[in-house]
């Protein structure tokens, strides 16, 4: 994710932390601070913030560790001020599977907040609602708290929350997936509008939550259509077939040639009729800052790329060519070159199976009107 600082590694996944997190953790000591002007307040406030940073990380931990149990490997985890984000590396393909991903984070709150409360327990301790507060309060009480509110809020049925994952797995197990998240997302959708509308007259947090969860929606959606789109596609089918290949020892005025006089701004360099680099138009600029334009492209070009194969699902190859720095991925057969893959190739096959879906579904539906109104007759 953009905006992101690397803070540490837990069981094998690296753990971020996302830029308006920071804004939360400013928020929250100037609030406390503001309250009787102490500083010891904000430090508390920002001892609360770590906790609950450390809370959050658990949580994220409990789905990550249960997708590991189904042969599923976590790209990374990223905190967020609504909670965290654990990229898993492909969602389950069985909605069972999805539920018990999705319910192992609010579930590790669940057993966070029963220690906590045997510790009360244990303790002796009677904790009136007045105690969980954030500032003077009872520190195991307001982490008690903080527990089930996770527990609570996660499992509200809106995308990006754990619950809109565990309703859209229900959703799949009677119908098909993409028809499941549209429901789910549809659903999310409204329940960010309502939390908007009710946070404009009470809590503005609540309206930046609305808005995490309308996006978070609409990506979910975008996602799953992507893949519906791409379901069953092999490469060779989206590859880019008519594209120039470079030469190591052209000379990087020559590929500026062939950049201003087409439309292709990534190329595949060839030796012996092997792939043995790719040139970027970013590689371009760069060489022609660093060495000018007599430079080689074998000096300029990337050595370490990744290739895609003609037979591989379309899916997997963009899943690759997004997740990783490259804009562009060679397709090599027989160790000969046959394709080029870029994102934008991707954006306009989308487009062109979207324009061919929609004439599809008028079609049907005008095919449906007239049966209607044949039974209509009949009736
Ligand atoms: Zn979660």
């Known amino acids: 994710m953009k905006w992101s600082w690397k803070v540490g590694r837990i069981a094998g996944i690296e753990v971020f932390v996302h830029a308006t997190f920071l804004i939360l953790l ?42 590991r149990r189904f042969g599923i490997r976590t790209r990374d985890i990223t905190l967020l001020p609504i909670g965290g984000v654990a990229r898993l590396e492909r969602m389950p393909e069985k909605p069972a599977q999805e539920l018990l991903v999705a319910l192992a984070g609010p579930a590790v709150n669940v057993v966070l907040a029963l220690i906590l409360l045997a510790i009360l327990i244990a303790a002796g301790e009677k904790v009136s609602a007045a105690d969980v507060q954030v500032v003077g309060g009872h520190v195991v009480a307001t982490l008690m708290w903080v527990n089930v ?19 859209r797995a229900l959703l799949a197990i009677r119908m098909d997936y993409v028809h499941a998240t549209e429901i789910a997302a549809r659903i999310g959708q409204g329940m960010a509008f309502i939390f908007g509308a009710i946070g404009l007259f009470t809590n503005p947090f609540l309206v930046f939550i609305a808005l995490f969860v309308w996006m978070g929606a609409a990506q979910e959606a975008g996602m799953v259509q992507m893949k519906s789109v791409l379901g069953n596609v092999p490469v060779s089918r989206v590859m880019i077939t008519d594209f120039r290949a470079l030469l190591p020892g052209d000379s990087l005025a020559r590929v500026v040639e062939h950049i201003l006089a087409g439309s292709q701004e990534d190329f595949p360099v060839l030796e012996n009729g092997g792939v043995v680099g790719v040139l970027t138009r970013t590689d371009v600029l760069k060489g022609l800052t660093q060495s000018g334009p007599q430079a080689l492209v074998g000096d300029t070009m990337q050595r370490t790329f990744e290739t895609a194969s003609p037979s591989e699902m379309a899916e997997a190859a963009f899943a690759r060519l997004q997740s990783c720095p490259c804009r562009v991925m060679p397709v090599v057969g027989n160790e000969q070159l046959v394709g080029m893959l870029t994102v934008e190739n991707l954006g306009e096959f989308m487009m062109i199976q979207a324009a061919l879906k929609s004439r599809q579904q008028s079609q049907t539906r005008h095919g449906g009107d007239s049966t209607t109104s044949r039974s209509q007759v009949e009736g």
Do not use: C, K
């Open 149 to 167: 509110t996770l527990a609570v809020f996660n499992l509200l049925p809106a995308f990006p929350m754990d619950g809109g994952r565990v309703l």
């Open 26 to 67: 400013g928020w929250v000591a100037l609030s406390h601070y503001l309250q009787r002007r102490s500083w010891e307040d904000a430090l508390g406030g920002l001892g609360f913030i770590l906790a609950l940073f450390g809370i959050v990380v658990l949580h994220e931990l409990g789905h990550a560790l249960t997708a």
